[in-house]
């Protein structure tokens, strides 16, 4: 079965750092880009940037350049995301999703269950 | 980036009635080197994380009930779930992806009348 396991409820404080992982099952981990996804209470869907596990090509949206760092680790065939300093704007539930085909002009077929990050003084 | 806009923002239709949902993007999703356009729809039911229904516009996801059916070209888009279920409480999403950064609609709310 193919699957993304995400890592489990984080607390953190304003100012802190974080990294949440992605962990892909049952599927060729590095033929396949990653894409991450926030969503905010309540909110929509925005999508941070998207990674290619194969060689770490890695995309950005504009909004969230700078702002945080998308990475994997074949070995593990996982992908992360962190925060070097987080923000009580990083409210939200993060999710990774699987792009569908080796191309980054694809759909996302394959979610992870999503990670809430709490950000609070 | 190529910006999404869905309307309406909610809507509440009858059980067994029709829903429709619009989609529009900013600039042209549609690729005429192979006449495909780049326009996907998700359901997001509450606490669980979207779920691809539609691709290229208007092709169902494997196991998504005929009910759901997409439409349009260029740069306006349709859902539409013909016959309403109790199930089909969710929010839908609009996405590009003709174009990183890939970019979703904000959204509408589909709730029973």
């Known amino acids: 079965e193919v699957r993304l396991v995400q890592s489990g409820v984080e607390v953190r404080e304003p100012g802190e750092s974080l990294k949440i992982s992605c962990k892909a099952l049952?599927?060729?981990?590095?033929?396949?880009?990653i894409a991450w996804v926030r969503q905010m209470p309540g909110k929509g869907l925005d999508c941070m940037g998207i990674?290619?596990?194969?060689?770490?090509?890695?995309t950005y949206s504009p909004s969230f350049q700078g702002q945080v760092t998308i990475s994997v680790d074949k070995s593990v065939t996982t992908a992360y995301l962190q925060w070097s300093r987080l923000k009580a704007s990083d409210n939200a539930i993060y999710y990774c999703?699987?792009?569908?085909?080796?191309?980054?002009?694809?759909?996302?077929?394959?979610w992870g269950q999503g990670t809430t990050v709490t950000v609070s003084s | 980036d190529i910006a999404m806009a869905q309307s309406p923002d909610s809507l509440a239709v009858s059980l067994g009635e029709r829903a429709t949902i619009n989609c529009k993007s900013r600039?042209?999703?549609?690729?005429?080197?192979?006449?495909?356009?780049?326009l996907a729809w998700y359901q997001q039911k509450p606490g669980q994380p979207p779920n691809l229904l539609i691709y290229?516009?208007?092709t169902r996801e494997s196991g998504v009930p005929d009910r759901f059916s997409g439409s349009g070209s260029g740069t306006d888009f349709t859902l539409t779930i013909s016959s309403l279920q109790a199930e089909d409480v969710a929010v839908y999403y609009c996405?590009?992806?003709?174009?990183?950064?890939?970019?979703f609609g904000g959204g509408t709310k589909v709730e029973i009348k």
């Open positions: 999703a699987r792009l569908h085909s080796g191309s980054v002009y694809s759909t996302m077929d394959v």
């Open positions: 996405q590009q992806y003709y174009r990183t950064p890939l970019t």
């Open positions: 990674i290619y596990p194969d060689d770490s090509d890695t």
């Open positions: 600039q042209s999703v549609l690729d005429s080197s192979n006449n495909k356009n780049y």
């Open positions: 290229w516009a208007s």
């Open positions: 049952g599927y060729n981990f590095t033929s396949y880009w």
